[in-house]
């Protein structure tokens, strides 16, 4: 079985450290579930199969998104899409950044295309700049990006979002945004949902994994004005791939608690500074963040993940992003007595 490299393994950490692991390798709302959420979840008819089209939460979708309904598209999470996405392009050359969130591509390498990564400078805070529009070639078919970047923590401007879209549609190219953190990041926004119709060749992935803390009902969702791109990810879904309680509780959270990320942001912009600092004083060099996360590095010390296990805590190691390596680490941000934990553990292994 392939090794297992994202976060929020806890199984596993809890095994090898033989109790609870508090854990910081998962980027999710601080706050947690809602509890209207929970419940809905709870209280979902499993006896039947769930609706096939998600209706009710793709009407939720659209009122809470300001689209369409016919412009939504529900999954078994958002990396559920991103596969759907390679599977039904089939693009022979993608367009990637380095670092970003790994699944990009593994779906593509399932249909073997040739990925091109445009590296992001460290000196630059990882920022993307206008260079990458003149890399969207004509012989680029798929974009991904990602804003706020996974793992970097720093959006990319809305102007430049647009510039990049425009030079996708003339050269033909399918861009997909990775607007799965927005929510939670510094003043929240939109996104590209208002281009939809202008740019037929955008996608924006969106999630309430990281919004919502619903990491474990896996519920992602797409938005786009290509009905007929939307029909052929259609096709490539198993049968009822969107449970009834992950439908039930995406519902819930649109309708019951549409602000359930806005008391998260407020936490995370009182404490996320405050955790930077004190990583920055144990010697970690911090990238600025934008999200409820944060990207660091401690040169040459290429074990922190491992030692922090010892102590019970659980971070994220970044040394399968290709432009990082073994000695960088992201964390997400939580409450203050949970993040001073972590602190202090990692004062104490250092």
Not at 34 to 55: F, I, K, V
Not at 118 to 128: K, M
Not at 129 to 139: L, S
């Amino acid at each position: 079985m392939a090794e297992y490299t994202h976060g929020g393994d806890v199984l596993t950490a809890r095994s090898r450290y033989g109790g609870a692991v508090l854990d910081f390798s998962t980027n999710l709302n601080p706050l947690g579930t809602p509890d209207q959420a929970a419940q809905a979840a709870a209280q979902a008819d499993g006896s039947s199969y769930p609706d096939a089209l998600c209706r009710q939460l793709r009407q939720a979708i659209a009122a809470h998104d300001g689209v369409e309904a016919e412009q939504v598209i529900c999954g078994n999470g958002a990396a559920d899409l991103i596969f759907r996405l390679a599977f039904a392009l089939r693009p022979k050359r993608a367009l990637l950044t380095a670092p970003t969130f790994s699944e990009y591509e593994g779906a593509l390498s399932c249909v073997g295309c040739q990925v091109e990564r445009y590296a992001l400078d460290s000196d630059r805070d990882f920022d993307l700049d206008e260079g990458f529009v003149e890399a969207v070639t004509p012989e680029i078919e798929l974009v991904f990006l990602c804003t706020p970047n996974n793992p970097t923590g720093r959006l990319i401007s809305t102007d430049l979002l647009v510039e990049i879209a425009r030079k996708c549609e003339a050269v033909g190219a399918r861009l997909v945004v990775d607007e799965c953190f927005l929510p939670l990041a510094d003043e929240g926004g939109k996104g590209l949902a208002p281009y939809l119709a202008e740019f037929p060749h955008l996608f924006l992935l969106r999630a309430f994994t990281k919004s919502y803390a619903m990491a474990g009902l896996r519920l992602g969702y797409g938005l786009s004005a290509d009905c007929d791109l939307l029909e052929r990810l259609s096709g490539f879904a198993q049968p009822w791939s969107v449970s009834a309680p992950a439908q039930a509780a995406g519902t819930a959270a649109f309708t019951l608690c549409p602000d359930w990320p806005e008391g998260a942001r407020a936490l995370v912009a009182r404490e996320r500074p405050i955790l930077a600092a004190g990583l920055t004083e144990l010697g970690c060099d911090v990238v600025p963040s934008q999200a409820n996360y944060l990207l660091f590095r401690l040169e040459q010390i290429t074990n922190l993940k491992e030692k922090l296990l010892q102590k019970g805590i659980l971070i994220r190691s970044c040394a399968n992003y290709h432009n990082l390596g073994p000695d960088w680490y992201r964390v997400c941000v939580k409450g203050g007595e949970e993040n001073r934990r972590l602190l202090a553990a990692l004062k104490e292994v250092l």
